[in-house]
């Protein structure tokens, strides 16, 4: 089936010259199983593998493009993606390649090769990305070094306030105070960004996101009323503690999007199939330059 997933991609992909157009499959009528009366055509095979795979396949492969292009293969890569295999054939024991053929990897080192190796690829080209469009990515996702304790009562936040005010290091309080329900509000320094927002409520993000100074929130209260926070932002000096502020922005689920929309403009990628255009503008708008 891989066989005519790729003639998939090639059809899609040779379609430079052309206008609106569609994807064909030479010799659509060429039988590829038969029983009894009844045969399966090469078209067929063609149709169905386009609805199901072939659009995620086109851009698998455009990816895999963009990664050649952009980042070199390092011995240091290799060796993550071997020790993550490793962790994975360990994880998943005598069921691991079951695991990998689910999941359409033919053998280990197919595995290793299309999946691991890609993935410290894109992991290090997140990392240029980010680093290439850097001020734009402090407005987007304002990463700041805080410090945050949850009180399940309004009355243990105010005290809080007043421990802080007193001097009392925002740690001590929150082993006294905090709820703990999450591990950012242990009182400790930890970066965070607009990447946290799933975690952090609507509250504490627009505190931070607003704070243009190191400094204290008030006394900040969810939605429900059960639930008591204290912020203080300690630095969004985000130079300073850049590689954390760039593993906390790597979270955001939105950046992979925003990151690939930027490598297909800079390529200049353009389709001529007009089914593959049209799932585009429904799912991945902002990759099309046409």
Same mark, same amino acid.
């Given at each position: 089936?891989?066989?005519?997933?790729? %003639?998939? *991609?090639?059809?899609?992909?040779?379609?430079?010259?052309?206008?609106?157009?569609?994807?064909? =499959?030479?010799?659509?009528?060429?039988?590829?199983?038969?029983?009894?009366?009844?045969?399966?055509?090469? !078209?067929?095979?063609?149709?169905?593998?386009?609805?199901?795979?072939?659009?995620?396949? =086109?851009?698998?492969?455009?990816?895999?493009?963009?990664?050649?292009?952009?980042?070199?293969?390092?011995?240091?890569?290799?060796?993550?993606?071997?020790?993550?295999?490793?962790?994975? $054939?360990?994880?998943? !024991?005598?069921?691991?390649?079951? @695991?990998?053929?689910?999941?359409?990897?033919?053998?280990?080192?197919?595995?290793?090769? $299309?999946?691991?190796?890609?993935?410290?690829?894109?992991?290090?080209?997140?990392?240029?990305? %980010?680093?290439?469009?850097?001020?734009?990515?402090?407005?987007?996702?304002?990463?700041?070094?805080?410090?945050? %304790?949850?009180?399940?009562? $309004?009355?243990k936040a105010t005290d809080a *306030?007043?421990?802080?005010?007193? !001097?009392?290091?925002?740690?001590?309080i929150a082993n006294d105070l905090?709820?703990?329900?999450?591990?950012?509000?242990?009182?400790?320094?930890? =970066?965070?960004?607009?990447?946290?927002?799933?975690?952090?409520?609507?509250?504490?993000?627009?505190?931070?996101?607003?704070?243009?100074?190191?400094?204290?929130?008030? =006394?900040?209260?969810?939605?429900?009323?059960?639930?008591?926070?204290?912020?203080?932002?300690?630095?969004?000096?985000?130079?300073?503690?850049?590689?954390?502020?760039?593993?906390s922005i790597k979270k955001a689920?939105?950046?992979?999007?925003?990151?690939?929309?930027?490598? @297909?403009?800079?390529? !200049?990628?353009?389709?001529?199939? *007009?089914?593959?255009?049209? @799932?585009?503008?429904?799912?991945?708008?902002?990759?099309?330059?046409?």
């Amino acid at each position: 089936m891989k066989k005519y997933l790729i %003639i998939l *991609v090639l059809a899609l992909l040779a379609l430079g010259g052309c206008k609106d157009a569609t994807a064909k =499959v030479s010799n659509a009528n060429e039988a590829l199983i038969t029983f009894g009366n009844t045969k399966i055509t090469k !078209g067929e095979v063609y149709e169905v593998l386009n609805r199901q795979d072939g659009f995620s396949t =086109v851009l698998s492969n455009v990816r895999f493009t963009i990664l050649d292009k952009e980042v070199e293969t390092t011995q240091e890569m290799e060796n993550s993606a071997k020790e993550k295999l490793e962790a994975d $054939k360990e994880t998943y !024991g005598e069921d691991f390649e079951s @695991y990998i053929k689910y999941n359409g990897f033919l053998t280990e080192e197919d595995y290793l090769n $299309k999946y691991l190796i890609p993935n410290e690829k894109t992991s290090a080209l997140t990392d240029a990305y %980010i680093d290439g469009n850097w001020e734009n990515i402090l407005v987007s996702y304002y990463p700041a070094q805080v410090e945050m %304790i949850e009180c399940d009562e $309004k009355a243990k936040a105010t005290d809080a *306030v007043t421990r802080l005010n007193g !001097g009392e290091s925002m740690e001590s309080i929150a082993n006294d105070l905090s709820t703990k329900s999450n591990d950012l509000y242990d009182g400790k320094v930890h =970066v965070v960004s607009a990447a946290d927002s799933s975690t952090l409520n609507s509250y504490i993000m627009d505190f931070i996101k607003n704070s243009a100074e190191p400094g204290t929130s008030q =006394v900040l209260e969810n939605s429900a009323g059960d639930k008591f926070y204290l912020v203080r932002v300690v630095s969004k000096d985000a130079l300073a503690f850049k590689q954390s502020a760039v593993e906390s922005i790597k979270k955001a689920s939105t950046l992979n999007n925003e990151m690939m929309a930027y490598y @297909y403009k800079k390529y !200049g990628f353009r389709t001529y199939d *007009v089914s593959l255009r049209d @799932y585009l503008r429904s799912y991945y708008p902002t990759y099309l330059n046409q």
